[in-house]
């Protein structure tokens, strides 16, 4: 099995963010990111999921605020038992204060994180609060469809820079 290095902190201001190592090109890559812990460990299990199934190595790690600063979290994702429970909203773990608990506000979570994806895939790491109020509005207006779109968008830009 071949080592990997460890997961460099995300940038920008402290969020959930899950790093997913990739050992062909030996890099780490945002692939989930969220303002809220849930909608990063549903992604996490989908995509734990997906790459299981295809045969890929899976090799994650979790970062999140603790005391206004960054913290690498134990990823939760060590077995297919685990992987299951993150996955589902019925067997995941009580939320949190702040932290959303039903089917619109995961999915609020979810344009959220694609759209801050697509933000860091082009570049835009430190944003304002005016900008994080711009990412909101966008989150609530559009469908998921659309928010892809838009990342793809930013993510395409940010590959011709």
């Known amino acids: 099995m071949q080592t990997r290095p460890e997961s460099p902190r995300p940038q920008g201001a402290p969020r959930w963010v899950a790093m997913f ?3 062909a090109a030996r890099t780490w890559r945002a692939a989930a990111e969220s303002p809220h812990r849930s909608p990063v460990l549903h992604a996490l299990g989908e995509m734990t999921q997906t790459l299981r199934a295809r045969g890929d ?6 970062w999140g605020p ?3 600063a960054w913290h690498r979290f134990e990823t939760p994702l060590k077995s ?3 992987l299951k429970r993150a996955a589902s909203s019925q067997s995941a773990p009580e939320p949190s204060a702040g932290e959303p608990a039903q089917l ?8 959220h994180q694609v759209l801050m994806s697509g933000l860091s895939k082009a570049g835009l790491y430190a944003l304002s609060p005016e900008d994080d109020a711009t990412v909101r509005a966008l989150v609530e207006r ?3 469809a659309a928010v892809r779109r838009v990342a ?10």
């Open 21 to 23: 190592y990739h050992p």
């Open 80 to 82: 297919d038992t685990h």
């Open 66 to 68: 603790k005391d206004g």
């Open 142 to 144: 559009l469908d998921e």
């Open 104 to 111: 619109a506000e995961r999915m609020t979570g979810r344009r």
């Open 57 to 62: 190595e899976v090799s994650f790690a979790l």
């Open 152 to 161: 793809h968008w930013l993510a395409a830009a940010g590959q011709h820079t």
